[in-house]
């Protein structure tokens, strides 16, 4: 304590400053508006900037619960879309009162291996026979068409990309029907060739193509735009390029399609061959 | 003792209405303020306690604070103004030298040193006073222009206020 006392001693011009020069700063602020509220102010922004850095902080670190909301939340709001219905207007009258019967449903799923560098190229989704999954049920992510169910187990399944030579989805450009088909002298995961249009159908650059009502998707899902357009060497067809909406590269979540009426229509033309 | 007090309470009266009812209207343009006052502190007594220039500082600082209605301003830049005054002279005066309770004037010691003390003490003491006055960092480079000018008005208006009082003192 002594020794306290005679440091303090010892450097009392420091103190002495410590103390007056705080009790002006007291009074400065304390009975001068101007001042008073520069503190106020200043301070105030600094405690706002700190809660926004840790607010950016904790968003990031929620990014993958948000996304997984989100993506759930897209599943149930696709399920409620008016291209999910099919019209049921024949049996309108005799047994309900709704025109609209569920025909697609859709489930979400997390694409856990992804290759877009092979001639054929398959994904893995973390959904599987357990969530109702089977084969041959299409697949499309927020942007554009993705691929066909290939392969099931409980909780996995592997997904034909359209980036495979084997898959051909029919597609709709201006309302005429060709095969969009990918691997044939063309290996860019960005784009993909479409067949089989009649040439002398004008078909511009940027026009749309999407899915026709002959595919497992739902008929209008987006694919891609026309980039260019050729006269196929041999018979008289288009090749149209397209640039497909989705990005093969960076897919994360998906949403597989559940055609409720598929059996039914299955089994139908199932009857066509016996006979 | 006596003598000492009574020439430094006139000083001061006369110093602090020089400065509220006549330098307070005397400025250019905002940018070149007089702040005479500080005279009082300058030339305080060598021999005077730490504790008491700190205290006259401040209290010097807020009657002119009560006068300008900025009450702590002036103080603060007083309270600063001591604290260098305090380490200059510790600095550059040996203490020993001195009899009969000396002050620091231009008379007694020298015309380059009581510039040099004068100017660094003047330029302490408006750094302080205009910075807080300003209180934000915007606009700076203006307030180090308004403190320069103003160091150089105040410094001139010692210089002259103690030429006129000037007392060459055999020592």
Known sequence: ???????????????????????????????????????????????????????????????????????????????????????????????????????YTYTVARVINNSVHQKNNYLTINRGSRHGISKGMGVISAKGIVGIIFNVNEDFSTIRSLLHSETKVSANVNGSIGSLVWGEENYDPRFAYLKDIQSHLSIKKGNRVVTSEFSMFPEGTAIGYVTATRTSQGDNSLDIKIKLNTDFSTLEYVYVINNILSAQQLSLEAQNKIE | MGRVILSNSIRFLLLVATQVFLLKNIGYYNLSVPYLYI??????????????????????????????????????????????????????????????????????????????????????????LFTFENFKFSEFGYTLLRILLSTLFTVSLILITEFAFFQKKAR
């Open chain 1, 1 to 103: 304590m002594r020794n306290l006392w005679l440091f303090i001693g010892k450097y009392n011009a420091f103190f002495l400053l410590i103390i007056f020069f705080t009790i002006s700063l007291i009074l400065l602020v304390k009975h001068n508006s101007f001042q008073r509220a520069r503190v106020w102010n200043s301070s105030n922004q600094l405690v706002g900037r700190s809660y926004e850095r840790i607010n950016e902080i904790n968003s990031y670190l929620k990014l993958r619960k948000t996304n997984d909301s989100l993506a759930a939340e897209n599943a149930r709001l696709r399920n409620q879309l008016a291209t999910s219905f099919y019209s049921d207007s024949i049996k309108q009258v005799a047994v309900r009162d709704t025109t609209l019967k569920q025909q």
């Open chain 2, 39 to 128: 005279l009082f502190i300058l030339v305080l007594p060598f021999g005077i306690s730490n504790s008491l220039l700190f205290l006259l500082a401040f209290f010097t600082g807020l009657t002119i604070d009560f006068y300008y209605d900025s009450l702590g301003l002036n103080a603060a830049a007083c309270t600063i103004m001591a604290f260098v005054r305090i380490i200059f002279i510790n600095l550059t005066v040996q203490r020993d030298g001195f009899d009969n309770e000396p002050e620091p004037r231009l008379g007694i010691m020298g015309f380059q040193w009581f510039i040099f003390y004068a100017f660094i003490l003047t330029f302490c003491h408006h750094f302080i």
